[in-house]
């Protein structure tokens, strides 16, 4: 399975914020849309992703405030990125090695998507799924 695979089945859509707005702003807007990241795009140029793990360990835990800070004081700005023709293998090894839960899908240079953990996760259940339900008719056949 690919990553386009995975973006067809999820959607494409792209939340993403300003490097200038505050990281109460950012975490307002992945609130409403209930995401985990969000992307920070300027001029259809990705400059960074912000997660809840950064939120938490960049302002709670060093008593900061969402509303004073700017999203580029604690963005990551070396992003980690995947094709649209890289495998569910490829980006699990990603996630896992870099200890990441987001990747940017680019084609271009530009972002046309972004997966998670969990749609890893749920289309290696389904795959899983798959192969059991064929293992199963195999064997009542």
Not at 17 to 36: C, D, F, Q, R, W
Not at 77 to 92: A, F, Q, R
Not at 113 to 119: A, E, L, N, P, Q
């Amino acid at each position: 399975m690919t990553v386009n695979q995975i973006l067809n089945a999820k959607g494409k859509e792209v939340y993403s914020v300003l490097s200038s707005h505050t990281v109460y702003e950012a975490l307002t807007v992945m609130s409403e849309k209930n995401i985990g990241a969000i992307l920070v795009i300027e001029d259809a140029i990705l400059k960074g992703i912000l997660s809840e793990r950064d939120y938490a360990r960049k302002i709670v835990l060093k008593d900061k405030s969402s509303k004073e800070t700017l999203v580029k004081e604690i963005m990551v700005s070396e992003v980690i990125c995947v094709k649209p023709s890289d495998t569910l293998e490829y980006c699990m090894e990603l996630m896992n090695t870099k200890k990441i839960r987001h990747l940017p899908v680019l084609e271009e240079d530009k972002v046309i998507g972004i997966i998670s953990i969990s749609d890893v996760v749920k289309a290696i259940i389904e795959i899983q799924k798959d192969t059991i339900n064929h293992l199963n008719s195999y064997i009542t056949q």
